[in-house]
């Protein structure tokens, strides 16, 4: 758990199959695109779930802080 913040950039991610992320825009706005092109943008107080094994780009479009939480599953 913790708080994250970011200028503006894109980059390329790839979740680990047994880890989730839990989070919570408080400031600014992101976007998250999977490999089908499906496009998701969070502003503040938006929260949304990047699933295991999610593979994509995650943008922020403009400052950003955002709270978080990674859960793991067990035995992956």
Do not use: N
């Not at 992320?21 to 949304?48: C, H, K, N, Y």
């Amino acid at each position: 758990m913790g708080d994250w913040a970011c200028e503006p950039g894109v980059w390329r991610i790839a979740f680990h199959p047994g880890r989730h992320e839990f989070f919570q825009v408080i400031s600014g706005r992101l976007r998250i695109v999977d490999t089908a092109g499906q496009a998701r943008e969070f502003g503040p107080g938006d929260a949304g779930i990047i699933p295991a094994g999610f593979a994509g780009t995650f943008e922020v479009l403009e400052y950003v802080t955002k709270r978080y939480v990674m859960l793991d599953r067990p035995g992956l």
